[in-house]
């Protein structure tokens, strides 16, 4: 018995290789990663060149209002949107990185770490805004003590609306 054993190459007009897995052919998986560097590496270059740079205009624009137009309120509602979004913005910002990170799970723990982090500084603000009320109604107390009546109703600084 005698065997014969032919070996074809089938790579010299193509433009395969020879050598398993050297091809330039990607898997999902590999693409996929790729997308996710991208995503990195934009989400990346917006926060570190592209924001700094619009929250400082912005900034900018908003605290200079009322000595251009003298429209304190308007610098207030101004001042108070940019706040807002500042936030919305980092809110986005906290749930891509999280989906960047970990995929779906990731954008849900990042977007409540967030919601967990405003909620502490909407925390921190109120005790700020009852610290100082507390030393005002202290002082109030002491202004009464040496008039030796109320000054609050005489200034009108403690109206019941207020």
Not at 16 to 37: H, M, Q, V
Not at 54 to 81: C, K, N
Not at 118 to 130: A, P, V
Not at 137 to 144: C, E, K, P
């Amino acid at each position: 018995m005698a065997y014969d054993i032919f070996i074809h190459d089938d790579t010299r007009n193509t433009k395969k290789s020879p050598i398993a897995g050297s091809g330039t052919a990607t898997s999902d998986i590999t693409k996929g990663e790729n997308l996710r560097l991208g995503a990195a590496k934009g989400l990346v270059a917006v926060n570190s060149y592209i924001k700094p740079f619009v929250d400082q205009m912005a900034t900018q624009y908003v605290t200079t209002i009322s000595l251009r137009t003298g429209a304190q309120e308007q610098e207030e509602r101004m001042s108070f949107t940019l706040q807002a979004g500042q936030k919305v913005y980092g809110f986005f910002t906290s749930i891509a990185t999280g989906a960047i990170v970990g995929g779906l799970p990731g954008a849900i723990i990042g977007g409540v770490l967030n919601l967990i982090t405003m909620g502490i500084d909407y925390s921190n603000k109120q005790e700020k805004i009852n610290l100082q009320r507390s030393v005002e109604n202290v002082g109030l107390r002491y202004l009464n003590n040496r008039a030796g009546g109320s000054v609050a109703s005489f200034s009108g600084s403690r109206l019941k609306n207020q």
